[in-house]
C-alpha cells in the first residue's frame, strides 16, 4: 500500500487491550521496549481503522 493515502479511524488502546498489543509489539521488535524505559511517561498504542467510503470501495484518493 505504498503510496496510497486513505482514510481511518484512530483509537488509542487502554487496559488490558493496551497490554496485550504492548506484549505483542515488543515480542515482535523487542527493541521497541528501549523506548519505554527512556521515558516517564506511557507510550500510546494507537489503532488505525480504514474507513470505506459511501460506496463501500475504501477508495479515497483520485486513481484509486
Do not use: C, H, K
Not at 480504514?50 to 484518493?61: E, K, L
Request: glycine share 10%.
Amino acid at each position: 500500500m505504498a503510496g496510497r493515502e486513505f482514510d481511518v479511524a484512530a483509537e488509542e488502546l487502554e487496559g488490558n487491550e493496551r497490554e496485550r498489543t504492548w506484549a505483542e509489539i515488543i515480542s515482535a521488535a523487542p527493541g521497541v521496549a528501549r523506548y519505554q524505559d527512556l521515558t516517564d511517561r506511557q507510550i500510546p498504542i494507537i489503532r488505525l481503522t480504514p474507513r470505506t467510503t459511501a460506496a463501500g470501495s475504501g477508495s479515497t484518493g483520485p486513481g484509486d
